[in-house]
């Protein structure tokens, strides 16, 4: 049983580029979240997709965006790239209606962005 | 605004002793604590949680105790092994934020024989 996936592990970008990155939520998983972690701090809370819409946001500018996709797989979508925005991306996710108000999501690897 | 924090960075015990990791928060919204092991180039995992209705959740060597007076939560593991090696966060949802959670920095414990 895969767990959850994400990809590109690692990139490089330069500043004003946009990038995406994709995640394949564990199977059986419907509610996917993305998270930031910059170095030596915890994640912290971009969005969550439910049903293909973005259900909750943290506080992150609009030049971040995201999808989901009916399999239930999503994309983040960062524009205009600064320096601030190096990071490592995780996706998380849970299934709906088991452990809503429990916080325990399953996260991917994450994707170590670069902003050069 | 750090609303979860936890101050030790890192932490040093030595196996078969007790580790006891601190965490503090000031959202007293918060009514659902968990502590999440993050092991490096993988992804963080969960590990335990606690409802704050309850003040002590226990699950085998791991322990988390809630003073909610204090907005203090503390994970013990006992006794302490190598593997436990890992950096530990603290984090915090608010009632009908399911997958919002407010981690804190993180505590690097490193368990030497």
């Known amino acids: 049983d895969a767990g959850v996936t994400q990809s590109p592990t690692h990139l490089i970008k330069t500043r004003g580029q946009q990038v995406t990155l994709r995640c394949s939520p564990k199977?059986?998983?419907?509610?996917v979240s993305w998270y930031q972690q910059a170095l030596g701090q915890g994640p912290q809370f971009i969005f969550q997709?439910?049903?293909?819409?973005?259900?909750q946001r943290g506080n992150f500018p609009d030049r971040f965006s995201g999808h989901q996709f009916p399999n239930y797989s999503s994309e983040l979508n960062v524009n205009a790239l600064l320096l601030g925005d190096s990071a490592l991306y995780l996706c998380?996710?849970?299934?709906?209606?088991?452990?809503?108000?429990?916080?325990?999501?399953?996260f991917g690897e994450g994707s170590r962005l670069t902003v050069l | 605004d750090q609303q979860v924090k936890q101050n030790s960075p890192s932490l040093s015990v030595q196996e078969g002793r007790i580790s006891i990791l601190n965490c503090d928060y000031t959202?007293?919204?918060?009514?659902?604590f968990l502590w999440y092991k993050k092991y490096p180039a993988e992804g963080p995992t969960f590990l335990i949680s606690?409802?704050?209705?309850?003040d002590k959740n226990e699950d085998g060597r791991f322990t988390v105790f809630l003073n909610k007076s204090a907005k203090h939560l503390s994970l013990h593991i006992v006794p302490s092994q190598p593997g436990d090696s890992a950096v530990y966060f603290c984090?915090?949802?608010?009632?009908?934020?399911?997958?919002?959670?407010?981690f804190g920095t993180g505590t690097r414990l490193q368990v030497t024989l």
């Open positions: 998380a996710s849970s299934p709906s209606g088991q452990g809503v108000n429990t916080g325990e999501l399953f």
């Open positions: 199977s059986g998983h419907d509610t």
């Open positions: 997709y439910y049903e293909e819409e973005e259900r």
């Open positions: 959202n007293s919204m918060f009514d659902y």
């Open positions: 606690i409802s704050s209705i309850k």
């Open positions: 984090a915090a949802i608010q009632p009908g934020t399911a997958s919002k959670l407010t």
